[in-house]
């Protein structure tokens, strides 16, 4: 009874919870009667609060040995859009990236990932270079606070109030993300990018300030627009989350065209700029980053790095960083001394390492 009806708290957040949204993802999306039961043994060696997807890694574990055992084949793609549904069982309103990247990686490969539909193309990354990701040792619950909702929100009021402003008629009302607005607009991302200072002009609105350019009651407000833990915010940043977002969006697209074209040395050093130029992003715009984050940034170019960002969610967790190869020993070297120099009781094998990009979830049987 209890694998027909799986409740999740999201007032009590354990590991144990993310496994549980792959679970109940599958069986309910997939209309599953009577799952079979399992004995299950979970390991890993992702740091906690990393930054590094483990809690969208316990989703999609969970979600394959659902599917597996209960004989329910599907394609990967379609397992990564439920595995990102079902994440929100936890309350966090995220995205799918994670999720797809985990089911859709392939050995030597980047992924350039587009949604609706769910695409991911193959970036081939110039040679001469490694990731090195760092852990700051900050650690921060994104599914216990509501920073990460709170910047989901913004931008969702963001791209509404652009899209009454340049979509005919009501269509802003369908409007959910920015992406939305781009697309049904014509626009370019330059061209949104160029027009935020004129169509989101404050630096800060007010709940009033929203309710009146969208011509909205505080009741609709909060019934079609706000997450349950972001129904008390009072003031919303939103041409700086905009910016962020349709900026960030550019970058990736610059970071694919990069890949494809440019050879050499003079490639990676405008794809160091341009992972620098996201992590100024989220630092000032977005507003996700941490003084241990932006200290690692730091300290990687000052030591050879060619960019440096921070990686997933933000507010603590991690930075990647890309190094010439020839330097990485060095890199390494400096790192350990200057930052986790006065870090007790830091494991620098798992705070600190080289990452090259390999294949997603497999399932392997055995007899």
Not at 123 to 128: A, D, F
Not at 209 to 233: A, F, H, P
Request: with cysteine.
């Amino acid at each position: 009874d209890k694998l027909n009806n799986i409740e999740i708290s999201t007032d009590t957040i354990n590991w144990w919870s993310y496994f549980l949204c792959g679970l109940k993802g599958v069986y309910e999306d997939m209309n599953v009667e009577n799952p079979k039961g399992m004995q299950v043994l979970v390991s890993g060696c992702i740091p906690p609060s990393a930054g590094l997807s483990s809690s969208s890694a316990l989703v999609v574990g969970s979600a394959i040995i659902a599917t597996v055992s209960n004989g329910i084949e599907t394609e990967r793609s379609s397992l990564a859009s439920l595995c990102a549904r079902a994440e929100r069982f936890i309350g966090t309103q995220g995205g799918g990236m994670d999720q797809a990247i985990e089911l859709l990686a392939q050995e030597g490969q980047a992924k350039l990932i587009e949604f609706n539909p769910l695409v991911a193309n193959d970036v081939k990354l110039p040679q001469g270079s490694v990731f090195v990701i760092a852990n700051s040792l900050q650690e921060k619950n994104k599914a216990a606070s509501n920073e990460f909702n709170s910047r989901v929100v913004e931008c969702r009021l963001a791209a509404k109030i652009l899209g009454k402003k340049l979509l005919k008629d009501e269509a802003w009302k369908e409007v959910k993300k920015l992406r939305d607005v781009e697309k049904q607009s014509g626009k370019s991302l330059e061209d949104l990018i160029k027009i935020l200072d004129s169509c989101l002009p404050k630096e800060v609105y007010s709940r009033e300030d929203v309710l009146s350019e969208l011509g909205i009651t505080d009741q609709y407000l909060r019934d079609d627009i706000l997450t349950s833990n972001t129904q008390e915010l009072q003031t919303f940043k939103l041409k700086q989350r905009a910016r962020h977002v349709l900026s960030e969006s550019n970058r990736v697209y610059r970071f694919r065209e990069v890949c494809h074209n440019s050879k050499g040395e003079q490639g990676l050093i405008e794809l160091g700029e341009l992972m620098s130029a996201s992590h100024k992003s989220c630092r000032y715009d977005y507003e996700c980053s941490a003084e241990g984050l932006d200290t690692l940034t730091e300290l990687a170019i000052k030591n050879g790095a060619l960019g440096s960002r921070l990686t997933g969610a933000g507010w603590g967790g991690c930075t990647v960083s890309l190094v010439p190869e020839s330097k990485v020993d060095g890199f390494l070297t400096e790192l350990k001394a200057s930052y986790y120099k006065d870090k007790q009781n830091a494991d620098l094998e798992s705070a600190i390492f080289v990452s090259k990009p390999s294949a997603g979830a497999t399932v392997w049987q055995l007899s």
